[in-house]
């Protein structure tokens, strides 16, 4: 019932990736990066010495790197170590207990750790977008594409590229930096993708992705984009007034933190934290262009 011991084998290469039925091109501008499930527990069933796994976690690193580099979000998903047993539902059948049993193993793998400024989302199901607020953290980020990678590749990776396109966001499979329970599961998990849900390319192609269009912001643009993140009409807005208090929450202000590195405006959570108003965090912004400007 639970996860046998898996094998290693050879990561498909370009030269294995399957034509795509689509025309799509991975802009990075449009899109997210989703760091699936990598948790010691999952890819603890590859054993210490796996040469699948040094592939797929160098391969990661790059797209994780790429990504950053660009402003581009970061999102994983992590299963917690308690789940109850409605929480779990069907899965205990299908898997037994899962990191229940093994709760010291929840970390995501060091090589591919999130740091403070990428999203960590709940994982409950097979699917990312199921019981998480990762479609509403597209939209608010203004994403409409998902560059996914990680483990497993016919399992919660193929579920969750299955969901984005139902809820037309364009899933890219990166088809190098997924690993699953073996070459033929790994194989027909991006034919079907390349079929029938998203596109399939590599990691050399995700990783030379540039944004599509030239992008800046005004005091205007950042009070619309405030607007949509708050609980608050126009009209009572206070540019001097705590956007906690408007009801801005952490991981909307992470988004905008995202945002605005693909701009080129370098900020932090504890930059915007400092004075949470619309007129404080133009303030900052226009020392940080300055700053550019004068580099």
Partial sequence: ??????????????????RNKVDWTLEPDRAALLIHDMQEYFIGFYGEQS?????????????????????????????????SDED????????????????????????????????????WRYSAFKRSPLAQLMKDMGRDQLAICGVYGHIGCLTTTLDAFMQDIKPFVIGDAIADFSLDDHLMTLNYVSR???????????TSARPSRASSLTKKELK????????????????????????????????IVSEWRKLGIDVSFVDLARQPTLNGWWELIERKLAANASA
């Fill in 1 to 18: 019932m639970a996860i046998q011991a898996l094998p290693s084998y050879p990561m498909p290469g370009q030269e294995s990736l399957p």
């Fill in 51 to 83: 040469p699948l796994v040094d592939q797929l976690l160098a391969n990661i690193k790059r797209l994780r790197d790429h990504f950053k580099a660009l402003g581009a979000p970061v999102i994983y998903t992590a299963q917690p170590k308690q789940q």
């Fill in 88 to 123: 779990r539902g069907l899965l205990n059948d299908m898997w037994g207990p899962g990191l229940n049993a093994h709760p010291h193993l929840d970390k995501i793998v060091q090589a591919v750790a999130p740091d403070e400024n990428d999203t960590v989302l709940v994982k």
């Fill in 196 to 206: 029938r849900c998203g596109a399939v390319i590599g990691c050399d192609a995700a």
């Fill in 224 to 255: 619309t984009q405030l607007l949509t993140m708050v609980e608050i009409d126009e009209e009572q807005f206070d540019p001097n007034e705590n956007l906690i208090d408007y009801g801005l929450d952490s991981v909307r202000t992470m988004a």
